[in-house]
């Protein structure tokens, strides 16, 4: 399942095709969810797009569909993690599928809380792509091995999402001393996507 949803203009949430929908109602039936058809038709929305999306964008496609609903539905599969929620930098949200719930059903909803991955973040067009991983650890995982492996001189496969808390955790004390307690780990990289940089 791809973590990535469409920004920006109506015309980039486009409407899904029958067989999200679909992978929509089991996701939010594995999870779960009450299902409706507000919570239906959003999922299946951030499914098929490409990169986030805000609420508004969501808004423009659903015309049918209550500020209110529409807001309820974000916030439930948001809260259920089937999607996650972007701080942008003008202080609207964004929302993307969530890369934590395997389509085939693999992962449990409940380790939404312990998702974390890094953001691409398009300074020209202001579109906002997820990055994850191939590995079990993740985008920050596959970043973050490379600097582990320098410092400890080992070769090791990357580290579970458990482990790499658990470094970040300890990292943080390190810096700040004890007490400080990060429970969020938030990556952007700014740059060109691939339609700006030419």
Not at 29 to 58: E, F, Y
Not at 60 to 79: G, I
Not at 118 to 134: W, Y
């Amino acid at each position: 399942m791809s973590a990535n949803a469409k920004h920006s203009t109506n015309s980039t949430v486009a409407s899904a095709p029958a067989h999200l929908s679909a992978s929509a109602e089991a996701q939010l039936r594995l999870a779960s969810v009450r299902i409706t058809s507000a919570r239906v038709k959003v999922l299946a929305a951030l499914l098929d797009a490409r990169c986030a999306v805000s609420h508004q964008d969501m808004q423009d496609r659903f015309v049918d569909m209550d500020r209110v609903t529409l807001y309820r539905a974000l916030d439930c599969l948001t809260d259920a993690g089937l999607a996650h929620k972007i701080a942008g930098d003008d202080r609207v949200f964004l929302y993307s599928a969530g890369a934590e719930f395997a389509a085939d059903g693999d992962s449990h909803p409940a380790l939404h809380a312990q998702h974390q991955h890094g953001h691409f973040k398009c300074t020209r067009c202001a579109k906002v792509f997820c990055l994850d991983g191939s590995s079990d650890a993740g985008f920050l995982g596959d970043v973050l091995t490379p600097v582990h492996s320098t410092q400890t001189g080992a070769s090791s496969p990357p580290p579970s999402p458990a482990t790499l808390r658990q470094h970040l955790q300890q990292a943080l004390q390190d810096t700040l001393g004890k007490g400080f307690e990060g429970h969020d780990i938030e990556l952007t990289i700014k740059g060109w996507c691939a339609d700006c940089a030419h």
